[in-house]
């Protein structure tokens, strides 16, 4: 990821893409390229850790070998994985967790411990509810070049002239 102007720019080794986050994701975050869906092509985890520890995603990018109309027709607009885009005939999607981690759960009330896990609760709800929504409206796609071949002129009135 390189950085620019308080935002990180990650470009996709495999497909080319292109997201911005913010500058403090560097911080909070670790990538990982592990595919855990059957039916996904290929899935980018950013995955949140604190003080070394490492908890779970607060975002993936999955993408699919399908187009919008298969999208649709397969029911994953039904489903929680949201739409990004469409491109070369690849279907770009997310996900984002709907629960904090369990790590963050008192094991002697139930409930979440805001006194221990306040900061990193506060964290994930900020890079999750804020920050992603932004995130996922940067997704660019690489121009792909047009390139011309050369092709040789041919006719019968060109005469080659003599030396």
Same mark, same amino acid.
């Given at each position: 990821?390189?950085? =620019? ?8 080794? &495999?497909?080319? +893409?292109?997201?911005?986050? #913010? $500058? ?54 039904? =489903? ?8 070369? &005939?690849?279907? +770009?999607?997310?996900?984002? #967790? $709907? ?65």
């Amino acid at each position: 990821m390189a950085a =620019s102007g308080g935002t990180i720019l990650y470009r996709d080794r &495999k497909f080319g +893409f292109t997201l911005k986050f #913010p $500058e403090y994701w560097r911080r909070y975050t670790v990538m990982s390229r592990k595919n855990d869906m059957l039916d996904a092509e290929y899935t980018v985890h950013f995955i949140f850790k604190y003080r070394g520890k490492t908890y779970g995603p607060v975002l993936s990018v999955i993408v699919f070998r399908m187009t919008r109309k298969e999208w649709v027709d397969q029911g994953y607009e039904d =489903s929680p994985l949201r739409f990004i885009a469409e491109h070369d &005939k690849h279907v +770009f999607a997310y996900d984002t #967790p $709907e629960e904090l981690p369990s790590e963050f759960i008192d094991k002697k009330t139930g409930d979440y411990d805001y006194v221990k896990y306040g900061k990193q609760i506060r964290l994930m709800k900020r890079m999750v509810n804020r920050d992603v929504p932004l995130i996922v409206k940067t997704m660019r796609f690489p121009v792909k070049k047009v390139t011309l071949e050369p092709s040789p002129y041919l006719s019968k009135r060109i005469k080659v002239p003599r030396c």
